[in-house]
């Protein structure tokens, strides 16, 4: 070997060594997790099932890193090339689609394209639309005389002849043969909104496509909503020019009116309307679905304004009669779709349909837990499916004979699937097997034969599988994330442990406690309560912890979470729903409380506890700083709503009822009434650009800390939205920043 090969050889060995040093380094760094790739996690991207359930299709890379369309055989898992990313390469040009979602025609003869999106509200849901035909080898634009990137929710018609969409607020249908635009309704302005939605529905029902084709392709069923009398918020983007421009924002605040909404069914050869006449002013109450059952039978939800009456209608459009079947009532609020982690179906309202269609399915809490019962739509007769003490967590699908879905009824940080008979006469039946301890999610085949099957507890990022039911046999693992995993092998990695306190109160509380490597049951550790506490999240599940823990954990902290009273935990209607006209009151209560039996454990360092927590765990940390000072001596909230009166009706409201009514428990439940209790160490952040919980939030309780003489830190985030996520650097200055907030202010 002569000399320059023997020094290229040492060079490319001892750089070898240096990489693998550098990769099996133990210690985390904000760097490692917020500005690289090296523990970046793989996914399942959107899946479409074909032939019933037979097959499905999915996105993936060709070798030139170019989307395609690959068909997977549901019962080995065999794949081919569906569509080629040559094929969806636009004539005159050399680069094809980015293919971001897909759908395809009902008699899957052609595949519809969403690519070069942008954003509305929270989500990407405008984009152009492309069609590649199967019989013609041809792809097409559709809407190509309209502006770039502008079309929302496209879709076929049932006879695969035209599809529809939304463009500037109204609804349109094109000709895939002749390219012919149908305008078919034309007073969309913005105030007046059709086919989709204003932003309180979007955010708290989960509300975006806001249009059906009819099964017979003659008619589409749409919602109409006026906005043009809800108060327009002004957020102020300071940094895109000289001149300070304001962001107009229709946001419609607690205990003022939400938009008049109607539903209409449009003739699409004619372009003429029938409004649907359904009773009741049509500002005070919503209607957060409808759907197609037949080509003649519409169903249609109603909730009043307090959302604590559901109405269900059918409707004729033949005909025009309208029929309520049912009416559910509670004296707190009744739920469309349970907020659950296993529940992946976050806006779709519908029902799913049995029967032949002559019943629905619907989960209610009338008689103290989450059950499902049968519908029948000529009636309104019920019949329940999930008898015993436990509660449903989500419903996926439904077989010939049964109804798959989740539940955990010995452990709420937990979520398994299970069958029961549509007949309601069978008994529960787990069919996720033992091997997957911890919570998993289903995306079921039509046919209910197959799933696209999630797991992960706290110690395992997510893997994916192709399983067969009712067995549950892996078919294929189509995602295992094994780069990942050994990735985190090489990490100094904390124990996660699951435990359960009862407060003074005699409330028992779930939680879940993450302890650094090597932990010392002798030594006193700083404590860190990650807090969420409203009814839209839990905590404590057995779900994977994330590299911020494994990070903070190592730094030499025990991070804890735990689930108070209202959130969505698998205790209970009481559990739930007790939270009503009492939120910042019971739950920071329940979390105080808890937080005092466990910092009774002797590994704990009483003098050294902090809390911090995102929008209502935002909320929770000011509550639990302001209420408790004697408890909590540092806390970081995050986009928190600091008055209650400055968020949305809708969400607000269905908690806490109409503030004409009970204004004093948004007062009580509000943190920056107890701001002059402040005695620890406070650090507030907020994104100035934050369409979902105001800046005002922020200012507000800046205001009243100034005048109650309290010291604290604020950072505010130029034009970044409720994720703090824009810009270049944003999570790792963020993450920076309250990493070192908490060192501070624990001698760290």
């Known amino acids: 070997m002569n000399t320059i090969k023997k020094l290229l050889f040492t060079f490319l060995i001892s750089g070898t060594a240096w990489l693998g040093a550098q990769e099996a380094d133990p210690v985390l760094t ?35 890193g170019e989307d395609r369309l690959v068909k997977y055989i549901s019962k080995n898992n065999k794949s081919s090339v569906y569509l080629s990313a040559s094929a969806i390469t636009p004539e005159g040009t050399d680069k094809s689609l980015n293919i971001e979602d897909f759908t395809l025609s009902p008699d899957e003869s052609k595949v519809l394209i969403f690519t070069n999106s942008s954003r509305v509200w929270r989500s990407n849901t405008k984009g152009d639309y492309w069609v590649y035909d199967f019989d013609s080898g041809k792809l097409s634009r559709i809407g190509k005389d309209f502006p770039s990137s502008s079309l929302m929710f496209a879709k076929f018609s049932r006879d695969n002849a035209f599809v529809a969409y939304v463009q500037g607020f109204n609804i349109y249908k094109e000709d895939f043969k002749t390219g012919e635009v149908t305008q078919l309704t034309k007073d969309g302005d913005g105030d007046i909104i059709n086919g989709t939605f204003d932003w309180v529905y979007e955010e708290e029902f989960g509300m975006r496509d806001g249009f059906s084709w009819g099964p017979d392709a003659s008619k589409i069923a749409y919602w109409q909503l006026d906005a043009s009398d809800i108060g327009t918020f002004y957020m102020i983007n300071n940094t895109d020019s000289v001149y300070a421009k304001p962001v107009p924002l229709q946001y419609p605040k607690v205990g003022y009116d939400p938009s008049e909404t109607r539903v209409g069914v449009v003739d699409v050869n004619s372009a ?38 559901l109405r269900i209608y059918t409707y004729s459009p033949s005909s025009g009669d309208l029929q309520k079947i049912y009416t559910e009532t509670e004296d707190t609020w009744v739920d469309l779709r349970y907020p659950d982690i296993s529940s992946n179906q976050w806006g779709n309202n519908d029902f799913l349909l049995t029967d032949n269609n002559t019943a629905l399915l619907r989960m209610t809490e009338k008689d103290g837990w989450r059950h499902i019962y049968k519908i029948s739509l000529e009636d309104g007769a019920k019949t329940l499916l999930t008898p015993g003490e436990y509660d449903v967590a989500a419903y996926y699908a439904i077989t010939d004979k049964d109804i798959l879905f989740s539940a955990s009824p010995d452990d709420p940080a937990q979520r398994y699937l299970y069958s029961v008979p549509l007949n309601g006469k069978g008994n529960l039946k787990r069919i996720t097997p033992d091997d997957f301890s911890g919570v998993n999610t289903y995306n079921i085949s039509p046919d209910g034969k197959y799933a696209i099957h999630n797991h992960t507890n706290a110690e395992n990022p997510v893997t994916t599988r192709l399983v067969r039911l009712p067995t549950h046999k892996t078919i294929s693992v189509l995602v295992d994330n094994k780069v990942l995993k050994n990735k985190l092998q090489t990490l100094d990695r904390p124990s996660v442990e699951f435990f359960r306190v009862t407060t003074s109160e005699g409330v028992e509380v779930e939680g879940r406690m993450t302890k650094p490597s090597g932990f010392d049951s002798s030594k006193k550790y700083p404590v860190i309560f990650h807090v969420y506490g409203e009814p839209w999240g839990q905590m404590a599940t057995d779900s994977w912890i994330g590299l911020y823990d494994i990070f903070l954990a190592q730094k030499g902290f025990i991070i804890i979470n735990m689930d108070n009273r209202g959130t969505p935990s698998l205790k209970g209607s009481a559990w739930r729903k007790s939270i009503y006209r009492k939120v910042g009151v019971i739950n920071a209560d329940d979390q105080a409380l808890a937080a005092k039996e466990v910092l009774k454990w002797d590994f704990l360092d009483e003098e050294k506890v902090s809390v911090w927590g995102w929008s209502g765990g935002g909320s929770m940390t000011l509550n639990l700083m302001f209420r408790y000072p004697e408890i909590y001596k540092t806390g970081i909230a995050v986009a928190a709503v600091a008055n209650q009166l400055f968020y949305d009706n809708v969400y607000q409201e269905r908690y806490m009822g109409l503030p004409q009514e009970n204004p004093e428990d948004f007062i009580e439940g509000s943190p920056v009434t107890h701001a002059g209790n402040l005695e620890g160490n406070l650090l507030i952040i907020h994104g100035t650009g934050d369409d979902n919980v105001h800046y005002q939030n922020m200012e507000y309780l800046v205001n009243e800390l100034i005048r109650q003489n309290k010291q604290f830190r604020m950072m505010a985030y130029p034009n970044r939205s409720h994720g703090i996520y824009e810009g270049v650097n944003t999570q790792r200055h963020l993450y920076t920043l309250i990493t070192n907030y908490l060192l501070e202010n624990n001698g760290m």
Do not use: C
């Open 30 to 64: 904000l760097d490692r997790i917020y500005n690289s790739s090296e523990f970046q996690a793989d996914r399942q991207r959107p899946v479409f099932w074909v032939e019933g359930g037979k097959a499905f299709v999915t996105i993936e890379r060709n070798e030139e």
């Open 272 to 309: 003429e309307i029938t409004w649907i006449p359904v009773p009741g002013d049509p500002v005070q109450h919503y209607l957060p679905a409808m759907q197609w059952v037949n080509e003649d039978l519409l169903l249609i939800q109603q909730l009043n304004r307090k959302q604590n009456e």
